[in-house]
T-cell receptor, first 114, second 117 residues
Framework: SQQGEEDPQALSIQEGENATMNCSYK?????LQWYRQNSGRGLVHLIL?????REKHSGRLRVTLDTSKKSSSLLITASRAADTASYFC??????????????FGTGTRLKVLA | NAGVTQTPKFQVLKTGQSMTLQCAQD?????MYWYRQDPGMGLRLIYY???????DKGEVPNGYNVSRLNKREFSLRLESAAPSQTSVYFC????????????????FGPGTRLTVT
């Protein structure tokens, strides 16, 4: 399977603390994306980092990418109860059909306690 | 804009029955995708379509067929449902980002929860 791995599988923190989750993948990538999934809902795109970038910020999110180790991390600073969700990384591959397909990690379930 | 819509939201089938999951997007996206999500497995790609009239297999296509009816609609068919197909099914679509570079984010529908008994 090409599927990536994320760790930890589950994370429980207090409101205001930082949350870090990691993603490892298996093959060379074009880009890596992070998505959030609230319980019972579809995934929502958070941030994209290109294979030639090492770090990217968006609001309270910080993403790093280490292509030599085939890994990425997502840091959520000053977490809030509303950040409670599952977080997935996804790597994309250009196909001969002329589009990208995506391989998702297994996800990290984050619970932020008020 | 409604984004990506899926019907039905819930479905219960008996083993051997058939059904079609419907997906539509109103964002004029070229690419559309079907995934299944099982506990602890993340999302796995079933089929995808780069454009109207083209479809390709993903990671787990066995037991499924798809139709890209037009640019808006991409349906997933289970011809003979099996308990192993109990899952949550998500449709997604994508297009180039606002800079015009070829870096795509995906937009997801709300999902169809399917149980096969």
């Amino acid at each position: 399977s090409q599927q990536g791995e994320e760790d930890p599988q589950a994370l429980s923190i207090q409101e205001g603390e930082n949350a870090t989750m990691n993603c490892s993948y298996k093959t060379s990538i074009n880009n890596l994306q992070w998505y959030r999934q609230n319980s019972g809902r579809g995934l929502v795109h958070l941030i994209l980092i290109r294979s030639n970038e090492r770090e990217k910020h968006s609001g309270r999110l910080r993403v790093t990418l280490d292509t030599s180790k085939k890994s990425s991390s997502l840091l959520i600073t000053a977490s809030r109860a509303a950040d409670t969700a599952s977080y997935f990384c996804a790597t994309d591959f250009y196909t001969t059909s002329g589009t990208y397909k995506y391989i998702f990690g297994t996800g990290t379930r984050l619970k932020v306690l008020a | 804009n409604a984004g990506v819509t899926q019907t039905p939201k819930f479905q219960v089938l008996k083993t051997g029955q058939s059904m079609t999951l419907q997906c539509a997007q109103d964002m004029n996206h070229n690419s559309m995708y079907w995934y299944r999500q099982d506990p602890g497995m993340g999302l796995r790609l079933i089929y995808y379509s780069a454009s109207e009239g083209t479809t390709d297999k993903g990671e787990v296509p066995n037991g499924y067929n798809v139709s890209r009816l037009n640019k808006r609609e991409f349906s997933l068919r289970l011809e003979s449902a099996a308990p192993s197909q109990t899952s949550v099914y998500f449709c997604a679509s994508s297009a180039p980002d606002h800079t015009g570079t070829r870096h795509y984010e995906q937009y997801f529908g709300p999902g169809t929860r399917l149980t096969v008994t």
